[in-house]
């Protein structure tokens, strides 16, 4: 019955409106305009860039966050709820700890929690597509003049591969939402009164992209982006901007409730010299991708910015010529960075050469490579690699053939052996060479630095 009188009513309404014809036609929802789009992998990863958006909400500026998953493998030090039980919880931990700072535009994408440094196993278990749609339709929703995100690249450190997927999905929407022929049935205006495919929305070319690394070197990302003192009072919260950020992420129970119970237990003095000395009161630092409007590299995130939207605009690039020798190359991840770059114009993006992984002592390595054949005559091909002491090729080193015009995929395998000290949590990187011949002549050097750990991410 209350469904029926809530029904008339709207009839009743829609009536009236459409009777007056002077009625202006709908606009974007400018509740859902931000200045700010952060995307990030897990709840809790928004604690990378929470410093810096305390002080932008601060100087007046609206903020959204997309997440690309609920976070559903992390542990749990609350309750016995896992798996995606889990993640719901940490769906309301996150939308709870940016309520710390005042931001509820806040979406998730709904990819898989993947555990792996491979950013193209977390791509392909976030279903890729699916999730870029739902993220050029929050851009066109939200509008974002910048966009901030994971440096989308390997690395030594955590190197999550959901966290460089969130940073590959933020680049490509970045440079998608403003085109009105990718998904175009969201910037189509429904034709029928409550049309129920059609979405309305606008195309939108945010202004600027600017990532943060999830590597533990900082020193490549140096001087390629601005920097902000975290220590700086808010004028809105009277705390440091990473005091906000540490605030927010008390929120996160079910990853950190040993260490929020230790928090509670200190004073303010003794927190701030333990975070201190963990990092949180370091500087911030963000990397430029790329800005459409111009400005200096190191100049602060707002610089150019105004309020005027600006059309959208694609550079050209053109993929690597093609061979015409027989090659190896690193595969994988790797290779898909390096074309990425290229193709998002995106040629300024630090990256550690030769590239590098970090991995758990005990376990093996992986080498992917793709072996080109462009020439007009079936090759044989000599695998070889050259490892530390201790260190064993277990698979892929010896011949293979590879037919005229094919490429084919091929990989070394290695067995990593134990830290040579287990009290140490982690060894120098040492340098693996991978070789290859043919006929007696190099047609192929790969090198890779790997560092041993106690514990990693699976490759
Ligand atoms: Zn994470």
Same mark, same amino acid.
């Given at each position: ?26 606009t974007a =929802?400018?509740?859902y305009k931000a &200045? /700010?789009l952060?995307v ?24 959204a966050?997309v ?16 798996? #995606?039980?889990?993640?719901? /919880? ?12 005042? /931001?509820?535009?806040?979406w998730?994408l ?13 791509l392909?278990?976030?279903e890729h597509g699916a999730a870029l749609e739902q993220l050029v339709r929050l851009v066109r929703l939200t509008r974002p003049e910048v966009v901030?995100t994971?440096?989308p ?5 955590? &190197? ?6 969130s940073g590959v999905l933020a680049t490509e929407a970045f440079d998608l939402a403003g085109d009105p022929t990718v998904f175009p049935s969201q910037v189509a205006a429904p ?6 495919y059609l979405e309305g929305l606008q195309p939108w070319q945010a202004k600027k992209i ?14 390629? $982006? +601005?920097?902000? #003192?975290?220590?700086?009072?808010? @004028? ?24 929020? =119970?230790?928090?509670? @237990?200190? &004073? ?9 000395? =963990? ?10 991708g790329k800005s459409q409007v ?5 100049? +602060?995130?707002?610089?150019?910015i105004?309020?005027d939207a600006i059309p959208f605009r694609r550079d050209a690039f053109s993929a690597?010529?093609? $061979? ?7 595969? $994988? ?6 074309e990425f770059r290229r193709a998002h114009g995106l ?30 005559? #079936? ?8 490892? +530390? ?19 084919? +995929? ?10 040579? =000290? ?5 060894? &120098? ?24 750990? @106690? ?5």
């Open positions: 019955m209350r469904s029926l009188l809530v029904c008339s009513l709207l009839f009743t309404l829609a009536t009236l409106a459409g009777s007056q014809d002077t009625k202006p036609l709908p =929802d400018a509740r &200045d /700010i952060l990030v992998a897990h709840p809790d990863d928004e604690g990378a860039a929470t410093a810096y958006l305390a002080r932008a909400l601060d100087e007046g500026k609206h903020v966050v997440f690309g998953t609920r976070g559903s493998s992390g542990g749990n030090e609350v309750g016995s709820e896992q798996a #995606s039980a889990l993640g719901a /919880i940490r769906e309301i931990e996150a939308r709870r700890a940016l309520g710390t700072l005042g /931001i509820t535009n806040v998730f709904g990819g898989k929690d993947t555990a792996s440094q491979d950013v193209l196993q977390s392909a278990n976030w901030l994971f440096l690249g390997t690395f030594i450190g955590e &190197d999550h591969g959901d966290h460089q997927a034709l029928r009164r409550l049309e129920p600017y990532y943060f690394p999830d590597a533990d070197r900082e020193d490549i990302f140096k001087g390629k $982006g +601005p920097e902000y #003192s975290v220590k700086e009072i808010s @004028k809105s919260s009277k705390k440091a901007y990473w005091r906000a950020s540490l605030d927010s992420f008390r929120l996160h129970e079910t990853q950190a409730k040993s260490f929020v =119970d230790q928090l509670n @237990k200190m &004073d303010d003095a003794a927190i701030e010299k333990m975070m201190a000395a =963990d990092g949180w009161t370091d500087v911030q630092r963000f990397v430029l111009g400005g200096s590299v190191t100049g +602060p995130v707002f610089e150019n105004t309020a690597q010529a093609a $061979g015409t020798e027989l090659s190896v190359e690193l595969a $994988g991840p790797w290779n898909f960075y390096a040629e300024n993006l630090p990256h550690p050469e030769p590239p590098e992984v970090a991995l758990q002592a005990g376990s093996s390595l992986v080498i992917p490579l793709w072996v080109r054949n462009p020439t007009g005559a #079936s090759r044989e091909v000599t695998l070889s690699a050259d490892v +530390p002491a201790g260190w064993t090729v277990a698979n892929g080193a010896g011949k293979l053939v590879v037919a005229s015009k094919q490429t084919v +995929p091929a990989r070394i395998e290695i067995n990593l052996p134990g830290l040579a =000290d287990p009290k140490k949590t982690k060894e &120098d990187a040492r340098e693996v060479t991978v070789r290859a011949e043919s006929k007696g002549a190099s047609v192929g050097v790969v090198k890779l630095r790997v560092e041993l750990r @106690k514990r990693s991410l699976p490759e």
